[in-house]
């Protein structure tokens, strides 16, 4: 089955979360609460992992984490097994505990607001979750979040940051910086309660529902170039999801560009050629035999009609013994 390819480099950041399977618990009581942190802070201290937030939902958790030496696979690996052996052995079961494959976003830390806005998005789980009273709606009130723990030093564990986050905010890690935190926190649960504010909140928070990673186009780019080093050399078919398809049209519009540049076509040359000009056959034979693209992608960029007429173009290139069309192939072959 296709997987979401892994992105790993030193320092990366990540919105990483999973459900239990079958949406059920992975928490039943608050034992397993303190057995999660545990585990937690014990791959922290194997793999070098930085957590900035993190909240535990009934069933469901989201980590905002950073990894040093550029290590996320290996460790979730240990963490998520470690977790299950004990989750089984203290309720007597078997099986998994997890959902599939965990969820892991890469975020820009290193300038915008992506970072912060994926820890307020994280420590708002109980409000949007509605595990908070509908009368009295504090925040801190739930325990099982690290908000509780960047409000109160006393009971921060050695591997949670948070001066990062509050750094990134403009805040210090003290009364008057971890009070106007704590305020702040609080307008966005209210938020939360209104029509408006719910709205600007889901707006805001789009890329982290439904992203594969966080940031500006910039960062994007960047990470589409690091995703080609993840799948040279393997099956492609063996991946999946949206950086895989920004992934393929980089490559397909690459191929494209280089294609046009070894047959001496320009952009503003493909509207005055007929869908059916040898070079927009050539164009789409190249990029429909290299790419992981689909026919509707081909026929859009190089103007060709529908989509059903690509694999009719590419069939005549393929099968043709005009000398013409024959050399001109051999130069594709070498793009």
Known sequence: MPRKPRIEYNGAVYHVMNRGDRGGRIFKD??????????????????????????LMPNHFHILLETPEGNLVAGMKWFLGAYTQKFNSRHAQRGHVFQGRYKAQL????????????????????????????ERPVLKSYPWSSYVQYLDKSIRPAWLETGRVLGNMGLKDDRKGLTEYQRYMQGRVLDLRTRTGK?????????????WCIGDAGFEDEMVKRLKGVIMG???ESYSGEEVRRHDEVEATRLMEEGMRRLGVEGRD?????KGAAEKMLLAWLVHGRAMVGNSWIAERLLMGTSANIGK?????????????MLLRKKLEKA
């Not at 173009?313 to 069309?325: F, L, Q, T």
């Open 30 to 55: 608050k034992l397993d609460h303190g057995m999660f942190l545990a585990t937690l802070g014990e791959c922290c201290a194997r793999c070098g992992w930085r957590i900035h937030s993190y909240c």
């Open 107 to 134: 975020i820009e830390s290193d300038s915008g607001n992506y970072f912060e806005v994926v820890s307020t998005y994280i420590h708002l789980n109980p409000a949007r979750g509605g595990l908070l009273s509908r």
């Open 199 to 211: 709205r600007q909140c889901d707006q805001s928070w789009k890329a982290i529902r439904y992203g």
């Open 234 to 236: 393997r099956r492609r």
């Open 270 to 274: 493909l509207k005055s050629m007929k």
């Open 313 to 325: 173009y590419v069939r005549v290139i393929a099968m043709s013994n005009d000398p013409r069309i």
